[in-house]
């Protein structure tokens, strides 16, 4: 078995969070009973909510990440990206990866993405998301986050609706006298 790589240090709460939209506008993190809104929130939500750094190795990973995608909190943090991206994508990701990174850019944000995903056992799934880069105090690019979905249910509910229509046009069809 191949040695782990180190793992790097994960913050597990920032007090100064700067958003991709406005490099000079910092957000302060508002109490809530214990701990801040915003680390309650990214902690109870239902969606997975995932960071990684400028060279894609995972260094946030919540509850629902765990849920999602079948993998220990424990087990993400300094992996790749990798352990959730399908094989056929990955040259595609990494490209498109690189080239944010390197230009601090993104055609991406405010967009929701639909795209499949792994699992920890290798089950395919269907997610939808949305990233944002990440920024420090100075503007420099950081690393990005996601906020993901696991869309697989509604995903096989639409294909097989699809599936259904195309079958009961076939039926019509079949049914209108054919025209001369």
Same mark, same amino acid.
């Given at each position: 078995?191949?040695?782990?790589?180190?793992?790097? %240090? &994960?913050?597990?709460?920032? *007090?100064?969070?700067?958003?991709?939209? !406005?490099?000079?506008?910092?957000?302060?993190?508002?109490?809530?009973?214990?701990?801040?809104? !915003? &680390?309650?929130?990214?902690?109870?939500?239902?969606?997975?909510?995932?960071?990684?750094?400028?060279?894609?190795?995972?260094?946030?990973?919540?509850?629902?990440?765990?849920?999602?995608?079948?993998?220990?909190?424990?087990?993400?943090?300094?992996?790749?990206?990798?352990?959730?991206?399908?094989?056929?994508?990955?040259?595609?990701?990494?490209?498109?990866?690189?080239?944010?990174?390197?230009?601090?850019?993104?055609?991406?944000?405010?967009?929701?993405?639909?795209?499949?995903?792994?699992?920890?056992?290798?089950?395919?799934?269907?997610?939808?998301?949305?990233? *944002?880069?990440?920024?420090?105090?100075?503007?420099?690019?950081?690393?990005?986050?996601?906020?993901?979905?696991?869309? *697989?249910?509604?995903?096989?509910?639409?294909?097989?609706?699809?599936?259904?229509?195309?079958?009961?046009?076939? %039926?019509?069809?079949?049914?209108?006298?054919?025209?001369?």
């Amino acid at each position: 078995m191949a040695e782990r790589p180190a793992r790097p %240090e &994960v913050a597990t709460q920032s *007090t100064n969070v700067t958003s991709s939209r !406005e490099p000079s506008e910092s957000v302060s993190l508002q109490p809530f009973g214990d701990e801040a809104l !915003e &680390v309650a929130l990214i902690e109870a939500t239902d969606h997975a909510v995932i960071v990684a750094d400028l060279d894609g190795v995972i260094c946030f990973w919540n509850p629902a990440a765990e849920r999602i995608f079948g993998r220990s909190r424990s087990d993400a943090l300094g992996e790749s990206l990798d352990i959730i991206i399908p094989d056929k994508l990955r040259a595609r990701h990494w490209d498109g990866y690189r080239r944010v990174m390197q230009t601090g850019q993104t055609d991406y944000a405010g967009r929701t993405l639909a795209v499949p995903a792994l699992r920890h056992d290798g089950t395919r799934i269907s997610v939808e998301f949305t990233v *944002t880069l990440l920024r420090d105090a100075t503007g420099a690019l950081r690393g990005i986050a996601a906020i993901l979905r696991d869309v *697989t249910a509604a995903w096989r509910e639409q294909r097989t609706l699809h599936a259904r229509i195309a079958e009961l046009e076939r %039926e019509l069809a079949a049914l209108r006298p054919t025209e001369r």
